[in-house]
Structure formats: structure tokens, C-alpha cells
């Protein structure tokens, strides 16, 4: 047992397989034990082998482990921002409670031409071990895995934390990070594997929409995870629900990015699925939710009209007095 900062940490010292031994706890914890013991159970469950002292996010005896100190910096900018930090510090904690421990499919191959090398392949197949940022990234890039379900879950404890700490660089846009979570069909893993990457995700759309300064803006972490889940509505419907200055600052972001698309009858970003029921669903929102807020928030008159405009089809759209003259 050490103390590691304000936050003491526990780690077992047995190696082999299966989850190991903890140590005896020190008083006043009296239900710390049963939580691990209950922990074990689940993980047993879902048919995790991990193994806390391999594992490099090392739980806390408070269930929630340290963020880097870039997200810790802004947490009280804001008095809703505490509580979201610490729920996706836990989520955080969730995912690699649940797939710590596993790998790549034993015979998953790639080519070494194109993706990388037989080494870096094997790292794949070794639980636990960190990726470098260039390796984490051609992984969860690659469209062309045989079993992608099984390489996303090696990656995604790492892949999460990298997300929150801004160190993913898609080639376009942060929709890719999404369509990799749908090629994983992660929606249809077990019920306890499911479960963390979908608290995962909402606890980073809560996140994203009270930081001042998120380490992703919020209309790509939007893409991201709709992505992902196949579904636009629940994101919105989160946003529509928190209203203090950050959410509406960053949706003023989000509406000037999105208002050429939109008005040209184009969602903002690449979707592979569903594209136009998306676009549809999208604007109506921020013409029903966006106006009375971004003029409180005080954008500019030119933006406020463009999204009036959204809600004109056709002719009426593109004769407007106040069409900005884009050419599609």
C-alpha cells in the first residue's frame, strides 16, 4: 500500500493468471473489499482476465482514478463541470476494468506493407502493454481487420484516454474515431462490455459540453459519437438540456461551422449511414433550439440569420434578403 499524491492506490504484487490476490486494506475502508470482490465477480463475467497490477490505470480506493492535470485545470471553471470530470474519470476506470486483459485475436493479421510490422502486430496480442500514439492511431484507423471487435477492445482503454487528453489525430475528422467504434459492433457485445463504452461515451459528451476549453471541440466529439452509436437524438437532447455559458459557447462554435453545410442541405460531417435523416434532425434542432440562446450568448446578427434561413426550403431560402451568397 502507497499514498500517491491525495489518492491512495492499491495494486496486487501476485503474477500469474486470473485476477490475483489484493492486499489486506487498511481501516476505515470497511467496504472497499466487498466493491472489489463484487468487481472481480463482474469482470469474471464478462470473461476479463485482468489483472490490476499489469494494468497502467491503476483503480483508486475511491473508484476513480487521476485525470491528467490539462482537464483537472478547468474543472471549476464551471459548477457543473466536478461532477461530469468525475464521471468520466470513472467511466474511464469502467473501461479498463473491463477489457484490461485482452488482446487481438491470435491469428489477426494486417498487411505489413501498408499498416505495419509483424512486431508491431504482435503488440496487439500482448494485454495491457501501451501503444505508441502513431501505432494506437494506424490501429484503430484500419478499416480492414478480421476481427475488429477484438482488436477494438485491446485498444480502448488507451484509445478512451486518449480521446480525453486530445493526443487523437484523425486524418479528417473525428467522425473516423466513430465508424471505428461501429465497425467494432460494440452495441452487441456483452451486456457488461456494452455497457462501459456506452457510459464512456455520454460521460465524454457531458464533459465536452462543460468545459470552457475542451481538448476536443464539441461539433467533432458530436460527429464522434453519433457516429459511434448509430443515433443522433440522445446527444441532442443532452445538449439541449445544459444551458450554462460553456454549452452555449460551444454551440455558437458549432452553428458558424456547420451553417454552410446545413445550408447547402449537407450534414457537417462524413456519415456513412442514414446521412440525410441525420442532416434533417440536425437542423431542425438548431432551428427550434439555437436562436434564443446564441443571441443571449451574443453572436453576430449574420449567424443568427443563417439559422433563421435553416428553417426556409427551397426558393425561400435562396432568395432571402439575408442569404449570404454561398456556391455549392
Known amino acids: 500500500m502507497r499514498e500517491d499524491s491525495d489518492t491512495k492506490l492499491f495494486e496486487s504484487s501476485v503474477g500469474g493468471s486470473g485476477f490475483g490476490r489484493y492486499p489486506l486494506l487498511p481501516r476505515p475502508v470497511p467496504a472497499l473489499a466487498e466493491r472489489v470482490r463484487?468487481?472481480?465477480?463482474r469482470l469474471q463475467l464478462a470473461g476479463c482476465r485482468w489483472r490490476p497490477e499489469n494494468h497502467p490505470c491503476k483503480l483508486t480506493i475511491f473508484g476513480r482514478r487521476k485525470l491528467p492535470e490539462s482537464l483537472n485545470a478547468n474543472a471549476m471553471t464551471n459548477p457543473h463541470q466536478p461532477s461530469a470530470r468525475l464521471r468520466l474519470a470513472a467511466a474511464l476506470d469502467g473501461l479498463a476494468a473491463v477489457f484490461g486483459g485482452m488482446t487481438a485475436h491470435p491469428d489477426e493479421h494486417n498487411c505489413e506493407c501498408h499498416w505495419g510490422s509483424?512486431?508491431?502486430l504482435a503488440q496487439l496480442k500482448v494485454p495491457d502493454t501501451e501503444l505508441d500514439l502513431d501505432l494506437l492511431g494506424r490501429t484503430w484507423q484500419a478499416p480492414d481487420w478480421s476481427d475488429h471487435a477484438s482488436v477494438l477492445r485491446r485498444i480502448l482503454p488507451q484509445l478512451a484516454t486518449a480521446l480525453v487528453e486530445g493526443s487523437v489525430e484523425p486524418?479528417?475528422?473525428?467522425e473516423e474515431v466513430g465508424r471505428s467504434f461501429a465497425?467494432?459492433?460494440?452495441?452487441q457485445w456483452p451486456t457488461v462490455q456494452a455497457e462501459a463504452v456506452r457510459e464512456f461515451l455520454h460521460a465524454l459528451w457531458a464533459d465536452t459540453l462543460t468545459d470552457p476549453d475542451p481538448a476536443v471541440p464539441a461539433y467533432e466529439v458530436l460527429a464522434l459519437i453519433t457516429e459511434a452509436s448509430a443515433t443522433l437524438t440522445p446527444w441532442l437532447t443532452t445538449w439541449e438540456t445544459v444551458t450554462d455559458r460553456a454549452a452555449d459557447s460551444h454551440l455558437a462554435e458549432a452553428a458558424a461551422k456547420w451553417?454552410?453545410?446545413?445550408?447547402?442541405?449537407?450534414?457537417?460531417?462524413?456519415?456513412?449511414?442514414?446521412?440525410?435523416e441525420k442532416r434533417t434532425e440536425l437542423t431542425a434542432w438548431l432551428v427550434r433550439n439555437a436562436p434564443a440562446r446564441l443571441r443571449a450568448h451574443g453572436v453576430s446578427e449574420e449567424l443568427l440569420h443563417r439559422i433563421r434561413l435553416l428553417g426556409l426550403t427551397g426558393d425561400d431560402r435562396w432568395e432571402a434578403p439575408h442569404w449570404p451568397g454561398h456556391r455549392y
Do not use: I, K, V
Not at 171 to 174: E, L, N, P, V
Not at 183 to 187: D, P, S, V, Y
Not at 259 to 276: H, K, R, T, V
Open 38 to 41: 463484487c468487481l472481480a465477480r
Open 118 to 120: 509483424a512486431d508491431e
Open 171 to 174: 486524418h479528417d475528422g473525428f
Open 183 to 187: 465497425r467494432g459492433l460494440w452495441q
Open 259 to 276: 451553417e454552410y453545410d446545413l445550408l447547402g442541405d449537407q450534414l457537417p460531417w462524413d456519415s456513412w449511414e442514414n446521412e440525410e
